[in-house]
Structure formats: structure tokens, C-alpha cells
């Protein structure tokens, strides 16, 4: 068996008769599985197979960086139609099998990421092995791409931990570690990287009793009782995600109600289930916007400045978190504010934070002696960037940046987290202007993973590139936008939060708003966001959009903030908060109703979202649709504001802005942009 034979694997037979075949996908970074790749190792298992000296087999990783990363995603959006779907799943499967039923011990050791079908490969070996660090990372994450796993994963699984954790790993497409995965047995052993190979030696050589669920567990795989937790598994997927917004986690349960994991046509049950699955908008929109994902990731390309040193000026909620984050990504950061007072309620909420995230002690205090509390500011000097984020008053900003240029690094990035002030109007106050670029992060700063990166006429492009990377290697997406009041997301927002004031006014019930939104696809209604983000921070920027783009700021918004009413953080906004939840009304909404309340609400958004695209504010479709949902929640299953608009018919889109602009006013008027875009 020579190595020659074969493009993606290579094969070594040490003096034990160990096979060790290692996969190195020719041509790519990473290791994924395609129709060559499967079919060499089909070939190779069957020539395993047939040789008698082989004692064991493991599986490793030529690629520094992880193991295989599953099926390539591509392939799924380049089926021409259901056989050629299924015959790919099939190829799968029957690859597996022949893996599962080598008569000699299999090991897979694993390093780095091992995800889908990477993971499924490790489930029909024997034994598996993984290097304990937290870059190793294992899970089934196709749930996520609209698909369930397809190659025996929700099978194997299943068998091997039982329902409850597997079901849980599935439903949600998280990932786990290598010492979460040791402790919840989806693997035998995790340990250090420099004892790996003789860890998969051992297990390959001497055959220890292979890993079973607890008895519990095989109890919990009989039909009566498939019956009751399928119940309950439906009900916990039902508060985060509805049945025909996301299918995939309800043909999973079913799959398993139905045959459990012992039948055989599970498997078959599984590969017509992802097949079906991949025929659903739903499955189309989430790869679309997995790839949109790929993209942010790709824009923060590294360009050899190295930042270590982070001041941020400003600790309330957003630059206390900002400045709490940073410090988590392994930063040393410096906080500044008038008064200890105004920096101490910034500690405390990073403890929080680490306490939850790092769970260890050492690793929790090594991340608060990365967090400064600094009101005399002498990190300004020190500091590789300096973020801004004071409350938004163009004066106040003006003066700050004007004095930091004078005390801060000539190499030093200086950047503003503002969330709607236009960057042309703060830089006339350097000597620099080029200097300044917007770093501009959504609340809450831990959860939300788009950072709008803006850059002004005068910014400097190299600026604008380091600024780009030093997101991403704070593990954000960052978008780069144009500086235009409100920039992208809030400029999109607001309309859409607008709108559900003037529904108030008119006397529909926040309740009903809210439902209409949700109903739609969006994480939370308009009413709760607005509270949640702050009704005085709504107005500042809504004052200020309207300043530039005209058109009334509602005048319920303008009294609750008179009033001091200003949301989540006083108890009482729209709605009336206790223990930081939403005090609601019961009440019952027609779907009539609340189709009628989603349409002014999402078109709304998107008449923006084209206006956007026609000043430029963003390079192109696909950045925008990006940034709405990383930077939003913008329903996913719908791909982003324009793709769904390309999928409602951009004619018909615009009818209905025309009988809503005939029925509410001016402000429905469909933008002139609309008649560039065609339909999917």
C-alpha cells in the first residue's frame, strides 16, 4: 500500500503492525470530507481490511490546524437535486460502516477542531483520543446549517452517551472541549498534546472494555420512554426556535421517537431526513449565512501590528464591557473614568463575566490583573489602541480626542465607539485626522458578535486595516462601513424601532408588537429591544438620524425619557420590569394582525436597507445582509433583510411599500435603489 496511490491520506505501518493513517486533504488549510476524499478512504479501509498483519488502526491529522472540520458546505448548496443528495450521504454512511466493522482496534486521535463529519468518523472508531487543550474542540454542529448530521452521528452518539447528552450536543450544535468531551464520554481520554500518540498506542494495543452509557440511560432509549423525553425535547427546542422557522431539531427528535438507535434503518431514517432537510428555505439561508460568516472572518487579515496595550475611556455599560472583553482575549487594559466611583460597577460586571466563562480560579484572577482601573489615564501613553466611549455629545468628543492625540503614541489607533455621530464631524479637531476610525461594538458587548469597523473620508487605510484585524483577534466579526450617521445596523435599526413606536401611538399593544416580530423571526420584539438598549440611547441617536435624514422622532419616545422612564436599566420603559424581566399582558393577536404589524416592521427596515446600499454605506449585498444578523439577530433562517426581500419578489416588495406608503405616509415610500435588484 503506497502512499503515491493516494492524494488526501498518507499510511505508515510501524514495527507493531499499528496502521497510522493520517488525512491531509490535498490543496486546503483545513482537512473536510468531499466525494474524493471519502472514496479514497474507502479504498484504503478495504485494502486495511484484507491485509492480515494489520494489528490496529489510527487516525490522526496532518494539518496543524485540527483534525477534519466535517463534510465541505459547499457541496450541500451544489446538489442539483434529492438523488444527488442522497447518493453524496450515502457514500458517507457506507464509508463509516466499513470503518465500524474493521475487526481490528480503530483509534481516532484527535487534535484541534473535530466537528460533523469529522466527528461522525471518530464515532465509528473504537476508541477516541483528544488533546486536552481548549483548541480542541468536538460537536455535531449541523443544526445549525438548517441539516441534522448524516453519516451516522445522531446514531452513534446516542449509543455511545446516551440520549440526553447526545440529544443535547445535537439540538443545539454546540461544541465541547477535550476534557468536557473525556467527562460526558464521547471520548475515552483526554490528555497533553506530547502524550497523545502513546495515549492511541495504548488504547490501540492493549483493547480496554469500550466506553458504554450509564444504565440509566439505555433505559431512556426504549420506545415508551423515546415517547416522553421526545415530548420534552420538543418543548426546550420550542422556546428558542419554531418548527417552521427551524425544522432541523424537530426531525431529529422525531427520527429518534420513532426508531431509536438500535434499528438499522435509523441510519437510512437519518440520511433521508438530511435530504429532506436540505430541500427547506430554512437549510439554503443558514449555509448562505454560514458562508456570510466565512467572510467577516476573513476581512480582519493580519497586517503585522500587533496591539497589547488597550485604553478605553468611558466605563459605563458599553466601555466597561468593552474594556472587560478585551481583558478576556488576553489583553492588558487600562479603564479610565472621573471617579473610582464610575469604574468600580465595571469591575464587578467582569467578574461576573469571568467568573461564568473561565470557571477556574487562576484563570479568573489573571484576567482581572489584565483589567487597570486607571481615572488618571496613564494608560493613554502606553496604549496600542485607545477606544472611546463616552456618552454621545459631539463637543465632549471633540475635546477628548483633541487632547488625546497629544499624549497618546504616534503608532497609537484612536477610535470611537460611537454608535451614530459621523467620524467626519469628531476628527476636524486633529492635526491627524487619518488617525481616527469608528470601533463600534452592540450591547451587550460578551453576546454580540459584529463590530461595525467605520472608516471616514479622512481615515487612513492602513488604520482602517489594523483596526479590521484587531477585531477579529478579539473574536468578533468586524464589518467595515462607511461613516454615515447611524452607520449600518442602528441606521437600519431605527426605522424598524421607530415604526413600533408610532404602532403605540396608534394604540396597538407592545404585547402584539412584539409577537408580530417574534413571529417573524426576530430574537426579541421591538418594544423589548428598545427598553433593553435604553429609551435615552434610543432618542439620542433617533434625534440625530432624523437631524441628517429627516422625518419625526414619535413623541411616546420623546415623554418616556422626560419622564425618566428609560427602560430595563430604571425598571420601567414600555414595559414595567421585575427582576429584570418583562411584566406582559395575555393577549390574543389574529394572524391578520400580526402579519399586518410584521410588514410595517420589516419594511421598514429594509426600504433602509436598500437606501444603504445606494449611498454606499456598505461594499455589497451580502455585507450588509451579514451585518444585520450578527449585528441584530436579523432572523437567520431568512439569509438577511435583502436576500428575503429577493426571495418575497422585490416587485411584490415594492407594491406593498406603495399601498403602506398610500395608507401611513411618505415614509413607506419605496426607495429609488429597488428597482436595481432582481429576484433570487
Wanted: include cysteine.
Amino acid at each position: 500500500m503506497s502512499n503515491s496511490q493516494y492524494q488526501h491520506w498518507q499510511i505508515n505501518q510501524d514495527t507493531d503492525n499499528v496502521v497510522w493513517l493520517y488525512i491531509d486533504k490535498a490543496n486546503a488549510s483545513a482537512n473536510t470530507f468531499d466525494a474524493s476524499v471519502l472514496d479514497e478512504l474507502a479504498d484504503i479501509l478495504q485494502v486495511i481490511a484484507a491485509d492480515k498483519t494489520a494489528k490496529a488502526l489510527i487516525i490522526a491529522s496532518k494539518k496543524s490546524s485540527g483534525f477534519i472540520a466535517g463534510a465541505n458546505i459547499e457541496k450541500f448548496s451544489q446538489f442539483e437535486n434529492e438523488q444527488q443528495a442522497l447518493a453524496f450521504i450515502e457514500k458517507g454512511q457506507k464509508t463509516f460502516k466499513q470503518l465500524a466493522d474493521l475487526i481490528i482496534p480503530t483509534v481516532a486521535m484527535i487534535e484541534g477542531f473535530c466537528l460533523g463529519g469529522g466527528l461522525e468518523l471518530a464515532l465509528a472508531c473504537n476508541y477516541r483520543i483528544a488533546e486536552e487543550s481548549a483548541k480542541t474542540r468536538l460537536g455535531l454542529p449541523e443544526v445549525k446549517l438548517g441539516i441534522q448530521p448524516g453519516w451516522g452521528g445522531s446514531v452513534r452518539l446516542t449509543r455511545l452517551v446516551g440520549p440526553m447528552v447526545a440529544m443535547d450536543l445535537i439540538l443545539s450544535g454546540r461544541t465541547v472541549d477535550g476534557k468536557q468531551a473525556a467527562k460526558l464520554g464521547i471520548i475515552d481520554a483526554a490528555v497533553p498534546k506530547r502524550h497523545l500518540e502513546k495515549a492511541a498506542r495504548y488504547y490501540a494495543l492493549t483493547r480496554p472494555e469500550m466506553h458504554k452509557p450509564a444504565i440509566l440511560s439505555g433505559f431512556a432509549n426504549v420506545h415508551w420512554a423515546r415517547y416522553i423525553i421526545a415530548k420534552l425535547l420538543r418543548r426546550k427546542v420550542a422556546q428558542k426556535a419554531r418548527a417552521d422557522h427551524y425544522p432541523a431539531p424537530y426531525a431529529i427528535i422525531n427520527n429518534w421517537e420513532k426508531l431509536g438507535i438500535d434499528d438499522e434503518q435509523a441510519f437510512t431514517a437519518e440520511a433521508h431526513s438530511i435530504v429532506n432537510l436540505l430541500q427547506h428555505d430554512t437549510a439554503h439561508n443558514l449555509i448562505k449565512v454560514f458562508f456570510l460568516q466565512e467572510r467577516l472572518k476573513s476581512l480582519g487579515k493580519s497586517t503585522g501590528f500587533t496591539a497589547k496595550h488597550v485604553h478605553v475611556i468611558g466605563a459605563g455599560t458599553m466601555g466597561g464591557d468593552i474594556a472587560a472583553w478585551c481583558a478576556l482575549q488576553g489583553y492588558r487594559v487600562t479603564l479610565q473614568d472621573r471617579e473610582p466611583k464610575f469604574i468600580a460597577p465595571a469591575i464587578k460586571r467582569a467578574f461576573g463575566l469571568y467568573s461564568k466563562r473561565l470557571k477556574k480560579p487562576r484563570l479568573i484572577q489573571e484576567a482581572m490583573d489584565r483589567l487597570m482601573p486607571d481615572v488618571n489615564g496613564m494608560g493613554i501613553g502606553k496604549a496600542d489602541i485607545i477606544i472611546e466611549a463616552i456618552y454621545e455629545n459631539l463637543e465632549a468628543k471633540q475635546s477628548l480626542f483633541k487632547a488625546l492625540e497629544q499624549q497618546a503614541k504616534p503608532t497609537a489607533i484612536l477610535a470611537t465607539n460611537t454608535s451614530s455621530i459621523p467620524l467626519d464631524e469628531i476628527n476636524v479637531v486633529l492635526q491627524t485626522p487619518g488617525r481616527l476610525v469608528g470601533i463600534h461594538f452592540f450591547n451587550p458587548v460578551a453576546m454580540m458578535p459584529l463590530v461595525e469597523v467605520v472608516q471616514g473620508n479622512q481615515s487612513d487605510p492602513m488604520t482602517v486595516k489594523q483596526a479590521l484585524a484587531f477585531v477579529k483577534a478579539i473574536d468578533r466579526y468586524p464589518l467595515p462601513v462607511k461613516s454615515s450617521p447611524g452607520f449600518l445596523v442602528n441606521r437600519i435599526l431605527m426605522p424598524y424601532l421607530m415604526e413600533s413606536m408610532i404602532l403605540l401611538q396608534e394604540g396597538v399593544a407592545a404585547e402584539a408588537i412584539d409577537k408580530a416580530a417574534v413571529d417573524f423571526g426576530m430574537p426579541m420584539g421591538p418594544i423589548e429591544l428598545a427598553d433593553t438598549v435604553g429609551l435615552d440611547v434610543c432618542l439620542s441617536v433617533a434625534d440625530n438620524l432624523a437631524k441628517h435624514y429627516g422625518g419625526e422622532v414619535p413623541q411616546k419616545l420623546r415623554q418616556m425619557v422626560e419622564q425618566k422612564h428609560w427602560g430595563k436599566k430604571t425598571n420601567q420603559g414600555f414595559y414595567h420590569y421585575k427582576n429584570g424581566k418583562a411584566v406582559r399582558q395575555k393577549l390574543g393577536v389574529s394572524a391578520t394582525e400580526t402579519s399586518q404589524i410584521a410588514d410595517r416592521l420589516i419594511l421598514r427596515m429594509l426600504n433602509e436597507a436598500v437606501a444603504c446600499l445606494r449611498e454606499q454605506v456598505i461594499a455589497d449585498i451580502e455585507l450588509l445582509d451579514a451585518g444585520m444578523i450578527f449585528g441584530t439577530g436579523f432572523a437567520p433562517f431568512r439569509g438577511g433583510p435583502i436576500h428575503y426581500a429577493k426571495q418575497r419578489g422585490v416587485q411584490a416588495t415594492i407594491l406593498r411599500l406603495e399601498e403602506l406608503q398610500k395608507q401611513y405616509g411618505e415614509r413607506f415610500k419605496p426607495d429609488e435603489a429597488w428597482q436595481k435588484l432582481t429576484d433570487v
